[in-house]
Structure formats: structure tokens, C-alpha cells
């Protein structure tokens, strides 16, 4: 059982647009930053979004990430068949004193 | 640019430590925290702990009293130790660096895990 909960998947058709939910408590999302992070198969976690909504260099525009209380969404705009991967949310839980993930969600373009 | 490189045993028996090392190449590991996380086969991810490059530590509770995680500067390396392993440690072990910003008290305080390694499976099993 993950600390921040998220959906175990998701799914969309090229082009489309989805969102992937990331919910918490005020210790972790409601006090802290989220990150996201792709995980393509077979490979290591890549950063994709940091500090709820900020980009690394690199990272396309078609995706965006927000943060409203204790709950957070990566969107992916204009899906293409390279975002097919496992999706992770983080943050910092202040309680735990731990830093914490969702339990990912696996997105399949259909 | 940065790259990390875990390295150690793939097999480790049960009740043994597991000890990995990340090779840091491209860059210092003066500066910067550096952590290790893992993943269970077909399962999500876990901290596991971090080390600032000045050699303070910060466990994730769950694995404290078994884990050690040192750094040695002068080989660029920073170390995991996980003593009294079950099958349940079996997971893929990455390690990452992380950027720091400095709080409102002047802390520097971890931020985003990045890069990562690719990571090394280690089996617990007799």
C-alpha cells in the first residue's frame, strides 16, 4: 500500500490528451513538492516534471504538471506511442520523514 | 554529463548484507545528496536512504536499523549496506543523485532524483 495513491492505469489514443492523479495528505503533497517520474520498460526512472510544475531542459512541453491541496496530476497532451511507460508520483512526507511514491500507473495506448 | 553505475553481487543469501556501490562519473559527488531506491520485480518504487556529500544520512524508517549508506569521496563512490536480508529485499537497486534548494532557514534541502542509474537486480535467495 503506497502512500500516495494513484490509478494502476490509464489509457488513451494518439493525439489524445490524459491525466494521471496523484493524491496524499497534508504531510506530503499538501506541504511539499511533487515530482514525476517516467519509467519506460526496462529502464531506469526518468524526471519528468519537479516542484509540482516545473520542466527539466528537454522534457516536451506535452506534459504538464499541477498541484491543488493535497492532490496532483500529470497531464500528457497529443499522446504518442513513446509515452507508453509506467508514471510515478513523489514527494517529501514531513510525518515519515521519508521520501514517497505512488504506486504508478501504467499508461497503454490503444 | 553525470552518470551513476551501481555495482556489486547479483546474489545475495538470505540472513546476509547486501552491499552495492554507485560509481559516480562525469562529475563530483562533492555537493549534491545521493540516494538509493528499489524496485521489487513488477512492483513500485521505495527509498531506501540518502547521503549528503559532507556524510550525513537520512534512512527511510522502515529499513533504519539494517541500513548503511556511506560515501567515499576520493573514489568518487558512495555505498549501501543492508544487513539481515529476506526474499522481500529482492528488487532492482538504483541509485540517484539529488538537487538540493535552500529552505527558508537556509537548509539545503533535497530536491528532484536525477540521474538516475540503471540499476542492478539483486536476488536474496539460498
Known amino acids: 500500500q503506497s502512500v500516495l495513491t494513484q490509478p494502476p492505469s490509464a489509457s488513451g489514443t494518439p493525439g489524445q490528451r490524459v491525466t494521471i492523479s496523484c493524491s496524499g495528505s497534508s504531510s506530503n503533497i499538501g506541504s511539499n513538492y511533487v515530482y514525476w517520474y517516467q519509467q519506460l520498460p526496462g529502464t531506469a526512472p526518468k524526471l519528468l516534471i519537479y516542484r509540482n510544475n516545473q520542466r527539466p531542459s528537454g522534457v516536451p512541453d506535452r506534459f504538464s504538471g499541477s498541484k491543488s491541496g493535497t492532490s496532483a496530476s500529470l497531464a500528457i497532451s497529443g499522446l504518442r506511442s513513446e509515452d507508453e511507460a509506467d508514471y510515478y508520483c513523489a514527494a517529501w512526507d514531513d510525518s515519515l520523514s521519508a521520501w514517497v511514491f505512488g504506486g504508478g500507473t501504467k499508461l497503454t495506448l490503444l | 554529463q553525470v552518470q551513476l553505475q551501481e555495482s556489486g553481487p547479483g546474489l545475495v543469501k538470505p540472513s546476509e548484507t547486501l552491499s552495492l556501490t554507485c560509481t559516480v562519473s562525469?562529475?563530483?559527488?562533492?555537493?549534491?545528496?545521493w540516494s538509493w531506491i528499489r524496485q521489487p520485480p513488477g512492483k513500485g518504487l521505495e527509498w531506501i536512504g540518502y547521503i549528503y556529500y559532507s556524510g550525513s544520512t537520512n534512512y527511510n524508517p522502515s529499513l533504519k536499523s539494517r541500513v548503511t549508506i556511506s560515501v567515499n569521496t576520493s573514489k568518487n563512490q558512495f555505498s549501501l549496506k543492508l544487513s539481515s536480508v529476506t526474499a522481500a529485499d529482492t528488487a532492482v537497486y538504483y541509485c540517484?543523485?539529488?538537487?538540493?534548494?535552500?529552505?527558508?532557514?537556509?537548509?539545503?534541502?533535497?530536491?528532484?532524483?536525477?540521474?538516475w542509474g540503471q540499476g542492478t537486480l539483486v536476488t536474496v535467495s539460498s
Open positions: 540517484a543523485r539529488q538537487a538540493y534548494y535552500y529552505d527558508s532557514s537556509g537548509y539545503p534541502t533535497p530536491d528532484w532524483f536525477d540521474p
Open positions: 562525469g562529475g563530483s559527488i562533492s555537493s549534491y545528496y
